[in-house]
């Protein structure tokens, strides 16, 4: 079983590890220790991933205070450390037509989640930024 994984900073300094979907896709996930949940995806990635949307939204914190509106997805399946799980995920609302407020990547590299605290409980995560570490974000299983 693997007992670390291993991520880097990207350009604009955010913490980014891969992470293996059930159905074998692997996605960039961006750690955010300032999300308490699973995973957080968009409205567009999960349709791309096949994940399904929720049935209603509601509203949940967000860094900073900010609301975000979100539902949740049950029952989706993914690795952590090479072993298979499945679990309740939140999935942002689609944008309202015409809103100017949605916010359009054209950079490829743009993670598809965000992975918050609740993935990372029995784990170590480690950051660093000083330039030249080979593998500067690492998150370590501990033993329980």
Known sequence: MTKILRGYLD???RAIVGLKLGRGEYVSAQVD???NGLLLFSSSHALELDLGLPEEYDSFPGAGG???LAG???DVPYYWFDEYRTGTILVSAPPAPGSLTH???LDEQEPM???GTRMLRGCHLSMHFWAGTKFPVKIRKLNR
Do not use: K, W
Request: no cysteine.
């Open 103 to 105: 916010r359009i990547s």
């Open 11 to 13: 350009i604009h300094g």
């Open 66 to 68: 900010t609301a975000v």
């Open 33 to 35: 220790t300032g999300f």
């Open 113 to 115: 989640a965000l992975l």
């Open 72 to 74: 949740e997805v049950t």
